[in-house]
């Protein structure tokens, strides 16, 4: 039997490929992308997804319909879109392509074709609002732009608390340990940081450590968490007064690694979410944006193109 589609999730700390019915009845991962205008063109790209998708094996024949939800999408020119979506398609012989913003993947991972507004939280963030086919996106600007409540805030935030502890400038002694733990001792974070090929991955990489710090008490951790769950929350709120009217019910869920963090997060996310936007549900998600890959690669087809957005191939 022909499987259904291929789904990848591309995100700039990994690359998940699925090929199967939504299921995943094959699936594989890989190191991630980083955003184009930085480290990696079109071509590197093109090359670690056809690196994820070698990694699930011989495709059937014909090739199933496929889908991308790319990071950094929304960042990248037609030019260097066609050229990363020539390559995969021609070294996987794909007729039908869909290459979609992660927020895109990611809100319909977590509702569906409902409409609605998500939040992706990983080591960036992207907000999607969608209403039929009209789109809404916020943030996503990258990480010295914003990526408010990002896993690289988040860590960025930590690390600022630990150092300011090591110099006396109050901070927070326990993450200044965990600090130590993570790259060796304190005087190395900069070192460590700096001499990293990916230094955002770096940093986001210390998100961990400040949730942890977190859930056994710190202070300053719970309110670096907490600082990320309100600006995930404005986000989700301007995307929602983009497109729903100001009483109107809109549904809002939210994905990512950030969100692991459990009550931490999604309570105060939630609370910000309800008293910004009256009527406003917010619902856990039902799946993620690997889940959202195959929901656009069934949806393509009927859904409009939309620079930043989406874009697909026949």
């Known amino acids: 039997m022909t499987p259904a589609a291929l789904a990848v999730d591309a995100g700039q700390t990994r690359i998940r490929a699925a090929l199967g019915d939504g299921r995943g009845s ?32 011989p495709l059937p024949e014909p090739a199933p319909p496929a889908a991308i939800g790319l990071s950094g999408f929304e960042a990248m020119g037609p030019e260097d879109l066609g050229l990363v979506a020539d390559a995969f398609r021609g070294g996987l012989g794909l007729e039908r392509l869909a290459i979609a913003t992660d927020g895109l993947t990611a809100l319909l991972g977590a509702i569906g074709p409902c409409d609605g507004v998500v939040v992706a939280a990983g080591t960036g963030t992207a907000c999607l609002g969608r209403r039929g086919d009209r789109f809404a996106k916020v943030d996503g600007w990258g990480s010295l732009l914003s990526d408010a409540g990002s896993g690289f805030a988040i860590g960025r935030a930590g690390l600022d608390a630990a150092l300011r502890a090591y110099d006396g400038r109050g901070g927070s002694p326990r993450l200044m340990d965990a600090a130590s733990r993570r790259y060796g001792t304190i005087e190395r974070v900069a070192e460590r940081i700096y001499s990293d090929p990916v230094p955002t991955r770096a940093v986001a990489a210390f998100a961990a450590d400040v949730a942890a710090e977190a859930q056994v008490g710190d202070e300053a951790a719970r309110a670096i968490l907490h600082d ?4 995930l929350a404005i986000s989700a709120c301007a995307a929602s007064g983009r497109l729903f009217e100001p009483e109107e ?8 690694n950030v969100f692991q963090a459990a009550a931490l997060i999604v309570e105060p996310f939630t609370r910000e979410v309800e008293a910004l936007r009256p009527g406003a549900s917010v619902v856990p998600p039902s799946g993620d944006p690997l889940a959202g890959a195959f929901v656009l690669a069934e949806l393509a087809s009927d859904l409009r193109p939309e620079r930043g957005i989406l874009q697909t191939w026949t």
């Open 26 to 57: 094959r699936s594989a991962t890989a190191p991630g992308v980083v955003r184009v205008g930085s480290s990696a063109g079109p071509e590197v790209i093109a090359e670690r997804l056809l690196a994820a998708v070698a990694e699930l094996g």
């Open 228 to 231: 990320a769950a309100r600006e």
């Open 249 to 256: 019910p809109v549904l809002v869920s939210y994905t990512g």
